[in-house]
Antibody
């Protein structure tokens, strides 16, 4: 059974940093692209970043480029999102997803809440 | 960026009815279109991929179709558990983009 379990969320002040983790199990992690998708309170879904299976290439939405870094440790089957210079508009539930290239996000974690506020 | 215009924003239907939700892509996305269902407080779940392929475990009353850059999700014989918000999403090009969502209420 595929499982994605996020951790690391919380309340953080504007301008500070936070690092999210996603522990994956039930599939061969190193074979798949992975991604982060977020959802602001009562809002829609927004893709944040994706990473290739090897970690050699990364992709970001413009609003987080230069502030967020997606990475992975295939030996630990873990995906990360380092979030720096956080802004109030980054407040959202962040989902870890398995990214099937050209197809879909086929599995989602339960989500982790990030609140950016002073 | 590819814009996904989803309609309607909300709809109300009765048990057993059929409803259709639509998404218009701002350019050709070559059937790289997925539909997700999200219930309150839960993560989104994949329903349909490649515009019309049913994800494993999803009831056959859900179906997807396309006509040009217009994509549709049809739900037949509505059940109480279908009350949820539905999102379309293009998986053709970065940045991946979602429709704004359709909230389905059961009467």
């Amino acid at each position: 059974e595929v499982q994605l379990v996020e951790s690391g969320g919380g309340l953080v002040q504007p301008g500070r940093s936070l690092k999210l983790s996603c522990a994956a199990s039930g599939f061969t992690f190193s074979n798949y692209y992975m991604a982060w998708v977020r959802q602001a309170p009562t809002k829609g879904l927004e893709w944040v970043a994706s990473i290739t299976n090897s970690g050699g290439s990364t992709y970001y939405r413009d609003s987080v480029k230069g502030r967020f870094t997606i990475s992975r440790d295939n030996a630990k089957s873990t995906l990360y999102l380092q979030m720096d210079s956080l802004r109030s508009e980054d407040t959202a539930t962040y989902y870890c997803t398995r990214d099937i290239l050209w197809v879909s996000f086929d599995y989602w974690g339960q989500g982790v809440m990030v609140t950016v506020s002073s | 960026d590819i814009q996904m215009t989803q309609s309607p924003a909300s709809l109300s239907a009765s048990l057993g009815e059929t409803v259709t939700i639509e998404c218009l892509a701002s350019e050709d996305i070559y059937s790289n279109l997925a539909w997700y269902q999200q219930k309150p407080g839960k993560s989104p779940q994949l329903l349909i991929y490649d515009a019309s392929s049913l994800q494993d475990g999803v009831p056959s009353r859900f179906s997807g179709s396309e006509s040009g850059t217009q994509y549709s999700l049809e739900i037949n014989s509505l059940q109480s558990e279908d009350a949820a918000t539905y999102f379309c999403q293009q998986h053709h090009d970065y940045p991946y983009t979602f429709g704004a969502g359709t909230k389905l209420e059961l009467k």
